[in-house]
């Protein structure tokens, strides 16, 4: 009975967190089938069964770290297709596996999509328990949900489980009463981040009508649920809370993302010197730039925003000072300068900061900019994104005019040597000077902040950077100069 355990699924990692559970004992899987939702040090991953046959035992409980190699479940032949005469698939070790799980594409998935492994050509089909009439339409469904040759993985965490048909009485002997499911055959239908986050808000899901894709429940449902009289009232039960039970503490094991980002962070702080530089620019014309495209042919169906601008300008004033994408290799006392620009995008999310960053940004249109960017900040708050979408990084831009804050001073990324923070964009007095005259008129008025590594960026090379970028956005048309 073959034990399933914890793979390195990308760059070395030592451990992961079992976030979640997508089967239970007594549950028929297929080989990819998504089993669990692992935490490591740079997401969330979804992890694929390398093997077919009957959950007999999950070895690790929700919330548990545990090193890579450690058994987390067990999974055994499929006693029905022995019973029905048929021959049981037979348990595919994952070293004989493709299998790429730092990589979806590698393994046949498309973005979205979750991770899987395949079965290698030559090992043929295997067959399958002989199902009930009734039950093979649900049996292909199902089926088809997990297989990426047929449709994209789901990206819901529970799929409602299907209730045995009833036989005939040639197939049993007697004739066997249908049911229909009771209420806790069927799981509510959410997405990892969204059911982690009614864990921690104390809302029961099967409270819950899914209004969101497939049914499913979303997050602003889950945070409107924590407001309501009901749910503050469970939330005061010491067993959930016990910050309510009169304790002045409250103790979160740091893990997971935030571990990671910590120790980057400290990594990076006391071993590469930062300098900051600052400026305010009139940011009225990238604006105006911005409501043309929205309602331009070509990006009705993508979001563009000031910072679809922002980043388009820096990957332009990149050429000029090429220093911008470079790092300072310690090990081998090199500078090592990349002729390609892996834009990362600094992303907050409900289990830590993470970096994400879009591949051969500098080679996009602005259109293709904006799908990557989109498609990048949504996996993110998902906490879809994958170990290999934040490795490879050259240069991060961090949004905090989002929450409403003017400006900072940004802790590089590792890796790199340079990151700009871009403030909230508010109307303000701003002098203008029309026919030889000033006069004070309001604009749209931004602060970026850049911080670079001042060991091989000296204050020209950063200052020059800069103030092409706020030239750009002070007169979008710049750009064609660049």
Known sequence: MPEYKLPDVGEGLTEAEVVAWRVKVGDVIEVNEIVCDIETAKSIVELPSPYAGEVTALLVPEGETVAVGTPIIRIGADESAAASGASPATPTPAAEMDIDLSNPAASGGGEGESLVGRNKADRGPTRRARRAPGAEAANKQAQAAFDPGTSPAPELEELPEVSPPSYSAAEEGAQQPSRDPAPADVRVLAKPPVRKLAKDLGVDLT?????????????????????????????????????????????????????????????????????????????????????????????????????????????????????????????????VYKHYVNLGIAAATPRGLVVPNVKDADAMTLRELAEALGDLTATAREGKTQPADMSGGSFTITNVGVFGVDAGTPIINPGESAILCFGSITRKPWVVVEDGEERVVPRHVTTLALSFDHRHVDGEKGSRFLADVAAILEDPASALLF
């Open 207 to 335: 409270t819950l009508t899914g209004e969101g894709p497939q049914g499913s429940v979303t997050r602003e449902q889950v945070q409107a649920a924590a407001t309501s009289p009901m749910v503050e009232e469970v939330a005061q039960q010491p067993s959930r809370h016990p910050a309510a039970s009169g304790a002045r503490e409250t103790r979160e094991p740091i893990k997971g993302v935030r571990k990671m980002m910590g120790q980057a962070m400290v990594d990076s702080a006391f071993t590469a010197p930062h300098v900051t530089e600052w400026v305010t620019l009139d940011a009225t014309r990238t604006m105006e730039l911005v409501e043309r495209l929205k309602s331009h042919r070509e990006f009705r169906d993508v979001k563009v925003s000031p910072l679809l601008v922002l980043a388009k300008a820096c990957l332009l004033a990149i050429r000029r000072t090429p220093e911008i994408n470079s790092f300072w290799d310690e090990a081998a006392q090199e500078v």
